[in-house]
């Protein structure tokens, strides 16, 4: 569902009773000119160390002679957290209301007024897309799974990275651009590193004592800017003009799940599944399985040549390879011809398509991780 939104009012949208609660001041850039944005600093600190979340709140001022005068509020919220103390857990459709209703209590703390009507019109800036899936221990440990996916670190106009965090426990995987980034992560290892709230160290405790857990892996698609957010709602919602959505138009089980998936599918394409898959096979036992199929004696020369470029250089080396080889429209030829063998060959018996599969399922199921519909949590 939706992790977490970036909203603006515009100064006409909300009042700044008390201005005492932005005691912060940075520099930042705006587009052609740099300027002033104040912030909540302390309190946010202060209701941190009580282990409260708070959202980030931030306004951009203009300076008029000597006086800064307050312009357009931007909120910076995550859902989960703002519902349930901690996004391991995810909102549902039913939840509009009492976003709506915490989000007016949490700015009505710093000082900062406004109403629901003017919240349903603010306009949404950017947006984080995610889905938390817990591991059934036959896959293993979140870190082990996402091992094995460092394997697809080959996708088109994207750079790819790896992490580990907590100490080597957690490790997470980002495929991004100027626009959006793609993130895989460890989430149980990820609380522990940063949770602080009372629920996430509910969590933690639960862990700890056994109780929960200890294997979810979190999908996240955030995108970077008002624009390319905007070019993707339109296309998802297959609406030509609009601009300035609004946390209703995007606020939609059935549009999450579909960002999400056809990001993964970008990721986990079947070609690679199967070259990935075949890859991790003992040599005698992929020569038995490719003379056992049905594949002529030339295609299982020529399937084996790539499937041992993958076990050598990776999925990434291998799509170099085929680019230096062949030319033009015949890199996508190419490829085609190594799908069209992978599905003459049939199901491939091996970890990963089980993985993947798993994990593609789930994104189908998207069903949503609340506090109480989940007791591994």
Known sequence: MIDSIHWKLKKEQYKLKERNYFDGVKTQKFY????????CKKYASQLKKQNIYFPMLEIANTQRGLNLNPDELSIQIS???LLHGSNAFEPKETDLEAIYQKTILYLKNAGVETSKNELRRAIIQKADFSKMIILPAYLGKANEVILKLTGFNYKPRAEF???????GKGLFIRFGNSTQKYTIYDKI???FAKGYTKMENTIIKAVELGEASRSAVKFELSYLRKDSFEKAMRSRLKIEKKSNFCLEDIFSLELSKSVLLKSFDAVFESVAVGLISLSEMEENKLLACLENSKLSQTKQI???YWVRMATKNGIAGTWTEIKRKYKGSSVVRKKQEIALMLQELGQINGNTPNLIDFLRNEHEKFEIIKPRSNPQL
């Not at 052609?32 to 912030?39: E, L, P, R």
């Not at 990275?161 to 100490?167: A, C, I, L, V, W």
């Open 32 to 39: 052609g000119f740099t300027g002033k944005v104040i912030y």
């Open 161 to 167: 990275d790896f992490m580990q965090f907590r100490e």
């Open 302 to 304: 020529d399937l084996f």
């Open 189 to 191: 290892s990820e609380i």
């Open 79 to 81: 859902l989960g957290k």
